[in-house]
């Protein structure tokens, strides 16, 4: 604190003097513009970092900073410093929370003592919902910081965001920014265009890791090209090793790193004009530039001598798993580029010392040195002297100096200095940033959510898998363009959301995101604002505190009490209710089944009045849709939206054991047979399985069989099995016996063999995993097996995968269970409830805390609290179909009757699956 007093008691002097400000730190010299003189050493005594760029600057250095005294003169600022704001409020909004709002918090401190200014801040998660409620009710913060331009894009086409250049001319911004930065913040208002922003804390992306020991031992040298690089890694394969790390998988959001790669390819091998064309959807992807930036990438992606495990490998390969072979001693690979984010997937104990990075060499020297980013860009709503003395304020790289010196903050500031980044990697990329001569913002993020987050993703990853050739997957993203959507001109409420890097990219399933519906829009506006929705529910305890709590946000927002009342005794009170003529609001349904009775007799809501097709099919996978829709007296109605559910289709394993034996997750039933021998013929029992339940025994089985239908025939048979219309003596329930049968009726598969299945405890079964050598290595189960999991277990002990397709022409079917939400009446507040309910953003602070799985396109797979529900929440936003589980909506006297028990003495061999089958079809009522 000794420094930054010294430093506002000489700014307080020479204020005194001359109104002049002085944009020092400490009592030393201001900095050179960190583009004229790149870092080679620097003075950290706080962190003692040497920090040193890997590659040189460009000969040509950025344009000096204007000079203080022309540029502010009498500004807001320098007002501001003489202390003629002293005493008044400036609000920030922010998305940014926890370390990062603490951080903000003592970056702005030295500015309020010297100003007498007081920065009030407030962080959310709900920063999107909350900012757009709150300017619509005339309410905006003063200030709010955008991590997606396009949302900013969206109030400035409204006339609500104030005109920086009305206080800030061209050329002092020209001094603290390059043009690339001010171009960004540029966007067309009511009048004309307008500068929205100032960009403050940016990331950036434009670098590639390299194992530093290995590296100088071997005697390689940085490239400053495109042909160097290539010759770097044709001489790294020569040696005898694959130059690249490089993986895209990551869940639902498989495919970003390769958008990554393209986007960087752009900025190198076309103009600023077109990427600018193209994020705006005016220059298509089957165009020859944006061609010819994926076949550039390609020269590495696709040549097998330079991709660790060469293209194949690549869809498979995780993200996060993608660098940590150039750890391994000798490295497995070279080369990995992506952003500053991704050390924290580096393997534990990895520090600094082990690696270094290099700016991603130019393609056609035409286009300079590009560098891509992502970051926070600031606007004001209001335009009082104080808002734009702040405002003025964060356009100084001083006004990031603490955060810089903390870590996780870049500047994109010209007056930025180097030496206060607080560690080595941030120091070099800051002085990328520094160096280039041109930046652009993520184009996936500034693209319509259908594209950046969607077809993007999917298409480059059929590309580089080889499912699809790169004119077809070009066409098929211009196909997904939603009709009259601009990217930063459009509404974007998709892409990833790398504002903050500490998050790390991709892990979330950032899925498609549709525009809110009109009647949620009226709710947020207040419309609404006094009125009460009942909500009853079979879910109690800890179960009905976390509803509360995830809905208190909206109620909040919208004034609208949710009323909710759990009981054991749903299903008799839902019934007494909805006789009698006083049902609630809004039911919870965990059965179809006792929904689907109300439907039929009228009593439920066709959501589709309020709610449409598209809007739906762009929260939903239309298998969801599917199994909410239900017939009643004229005809089929969308009876409900999925909540909170559950996934049935995974199987876990021993992980520490299971990385020492060297297995691999199977991704097709052969792959998964042929592991069972593989295990077997290592001297174990690969499945452990049991089904003994009480008077419920069997039950397992029957999960077994429907996760077998789904994977063996066709969606129509399925519910055609559930509603009786398919006998289980069918050929297709027979051979979706028969392959479970594979696995089950194998005694060299089975821990104590097919004998025991019936006599083993279904929760005792998967204990097996966890004895030292593991008994048994498989064991297919929902996620609350692992309640039953020996104690002090933890989620370090046990992996999972999905269980794979047995038929591919049936895809990634999921077996699931879950709450539909139905509405016995149709009041405005009631259908802006269910509304809400169809959106992932109802259920974060659920997926936060655990017991909630989300079925929405929207959510995000950050939002979960632990890794187990994360990886199922991805198996099931990957699903190409879900069907609920069969047995809970048959007839009670089959699905929880002869369901179990003829399933149990098929298995203990009591009885043939002939007539085991027979006598279930003849249990079915009437």
């Known amino acids: 604190m000794q420094k930054i007093n010294k430093w506002f008691l000489l700014m307080t002097m020479l204020l005194a003097l001359s109104l002049v400000l002085v944009a020092c730190g400490g009592n030393e010299e201001p900095a050179d513009d960190p583009v004229d003189e790149p870092v080679t050493e620097t003075d950290n005594t706080e962190t003692d970092a040497d920090p040193a760029p890997t590659d040189e600057p460009t000969d040509e250095p950025a344009d000096e900073p204007a000079d203080d005294d022309a540029a502010m003169g009498d500004s807001m600022l320098a007002q501001a410093m003489n202390g003629d704001f002293a005493g008044t409020v400036v609000t920030v909004f922010s998305p940014a929370v926890d370390e990062d709002e603490r951080k903000f918090n003592e970056t702005m401190a030295a500015f309020e003592e010297a100003t007498g200014i007081d920065i009030q801040y407030e962080g959310s998660k709900e920063f999107e919902a909350a900012i757009s409620v709150r300017a619509d009710a005339g309410n905006p913060p003063d200030i709010a910081d955008f991590p997606q331009p396009g949302l900013l894009n969206s109030f400035v086409r409204d006339g609500l965001i104030v005109d920086l250049n009305q206080y800030m001319d061209r050329d002092y911004l020209s001094g603290q920014y390059i043009d690339s930065w001010l171009d960004m913040a540029t966007m067309e208002g009511p009048d004309g265009p307008i500068m929205a922003g100032v960009w403050y804390r940016v990331f950036g992306k434009s670098?590639?890791?390299?194992?530093?020991?290995?590296?100088?031992?071997?005697?390689?040298?940085?490239?400053?090209?495109?042909?160097?690089?290539?010759?770097?890694s044709q001489t790294i394969s020569d040696d005898g090793d694959a130059p690249w790390c490089i993986g895209i998988e990551s869940g639902v959001a498989t495919g970003w790193t390769a958008t990554d790669w393209i986007e960087d390819m752009m900025l190198r091998t076309t103009s600023l004009e077109n990427y600018d064309a193209w994020v705006n959807g005016d220059l298509p992807f089957a165009s020859p530039e944006v061609q010819n930036a994926a076949e550039t990438m390609a020269q590495i992606w696709f040549n097998d001598d330079y991709v660790l495990g060469g293209r194949s490998s690549i869809a498979t390969t995780g993200f996060g798993d993608a660098p940590t072979g150039m750890f391994d001693d000798p490295p497995q690979c070279w080369l990995h580029r992506q952003g500053s984010f991704i050390t924290s997937f580096f393997p534990e104990g990895t520090t600094a010392d082990d690696y270094g990075i290099f700016y991603?060499?130019?393609?056609?020297?035409?286009?300079?040195?590009?560098?891509?980013?992502?970051?926070?860009?600031?606007?004001?709503?209001?335009?009082?002297?104080?808002?734009?003395?702040?405002?003025?304020?964060?356009?100084?790289?001083?006004?990031?100096?603490?955060?810089?010196?903390?870590?996780?903050?870049?500047?994109p500031h010209k007056d930025a200095d180097l030496a206060w980044y607080g560690s080595e990697i941030d120091a070099q990329i800051g002085a990328f940033i520094a160096d280039a001569t041109s930046v652009r913002f993520d184009a996936s993020d500034l693209m319509p959510g259908e594209v950046g987050a969607g077809s993007f993703w999917t298409e480059m990853t059929g590309w580089v898998s080889g499912s699809v050739d790169l004119e077809e997957a070009l066409q098929n993203i211009d196909a997904s363009w939603p009709e009259g959507a601009g990217g930063i001109s459009g509404d974007m409420d998709g892409g990833e959301d790398e504002g903050d890097e500490d998050m790390g990219e991709g892990m979330a399933g950032d899925g498609v995101m549709t525009d809110r519906p009109e009647i949620l829009e009226r709710a947020y506006a207040g419309e609404f604002d006094g009125t009460v929705v009942t909500v009853f529910s079979p879910a109690v305890d800890e179960d009905e505190r976390k509803f509360n709590e995830t809905v208190a946000a909206f109620e909040e927002a919208t004034g609208i009490d949710i009323q909710y009342e759990g009981s054991k005794e749903f299903e008799a009170a839902i019934s007494v209710r909805a006789d009698a003529g006083n049902p609630p609001d809004i039911a919870d349904f965990p059965q179809p089944g006792l929904l689907n009775s109300f439907v039929r007799d009228g009593l439920i809501v066709d959501i589709s009045s309020e709610l449409d097709r598209d809007y739906l099919s762009g929260q939903y996978i239309d298998s969801w849709l599917d199994m909410a829709t239900m017939e009643g007296p004229d005809g089929p109605i969308m009876a409900g939206v999925w909540y909170r559910v559950f996934g049935k289709s995974q199987v876990f394993y021993p992980k520490g054991p299971w990385e020492a034996a060297g297995y691999e997750v199977p991704t097709t039933w052969d792959e998964l047979i042929e592991l069972s021998q593989t295990i077997s013929d290592d001297g174990d029992a690969p499945w452990c399985i049991g089904i003994e339940s009480g008077v419920a025994t069997g039950w397992t089985a029957t999960d077994w069989i429907e996760d077998m239908m789904l994977r063996t025939t066709s969606l129509e048979n399925y519910d055609a099995w559930v509603a009786g219309d398919l006998g289980f003596a069918s050929p297709e329930v027979t051979n979706a016996a028969e392959t479970m049968a594979q696995i089950w009726f194998n005694d060299d598969f089975v821990l104590g063999g097919r004998s025991s299945i019936a006599t083993t405890g279904f929760g005792d079964a998967p204990t097996g995993m966890f004895d030292d050598p593991p008994q048994c290595w498989l064991h297919r189960q929902g996620s609350f097996i692992t309640s039953f999991f020996p104690e002090g277990t933890t989620t370090d002990d046990y992996g999972i995968f999905y269980l794979p397709p047995v038929d591919e022409a049936y895809g990634r079917p999921y077996l699931v269970s879950g709450d539909l939400f139905a509405a016995f009446d149709d009041r405005p507040e009631v259908m802006a409830?269910?509304?809400?309910?169809?959106?992932?953003?109802?259920?974060?602070?659920?997926?936060?805390?655990?017991?909630?799985?989300?079925?929405?396109?929207?959510?995000?797979?950050?939002?979960?609290?632990?890794?187990?529900?994360?990886?199922?929440?991805?198996?099931?936003?990957?699903?190409?179909?879900?069907?609920?589980?069969?047995?809970?909506?048959?007839?009670?006297?089959v699905g929880a009757g002869t369901f179990w028990t003829e399933m149990t003495g098929w298995v203990s061999g009591s009885v043939d699956l002939e007539t085991a089958l027979e006598n279930i079809d003849a249990s079915w009522p009437e």
């Open 207 to 232: 670098q590639v890791f390299y194992p530093k020991g290995p590296w100088e031992a071997a005697g390689y040298e940085i490239p400053t090209t495109w042909d160097e690089l290539l010759t770097l």
């Open 360 to 411: 991603l060499p130019p393609v056609d020297e035409a286009y300079g040195r590009p560098y891509l980013v992502s970051g926070d860009l600031f606007a004001a709503f209001n335009d009082r002297p104080e808002v734009i003395a702040v405002m003025e304020y964060m356009t100084k790289g001083e006004s990031l100096q603490v955060w810089m010196e903390q870590g996780g903050a870049l500047s």
């Open 833 to 893: 409830v269910m509304a809400y309910l169809s959106r992932g953003e109802s259920l974060q602070e659920w997926m936060a805390q655990g017991g909630a799985l989300s079925p929405h396109k929207d959510a995000n797979l950050d939002w979960y609290g632990s890794e187990v529900d994360a990886q199922i929440g991805a198996f099931i936003a990957d699903a190409t179909s879900v069907r609920f589980d069969a047995s809970d909506l048959m007839p009670g006297e």
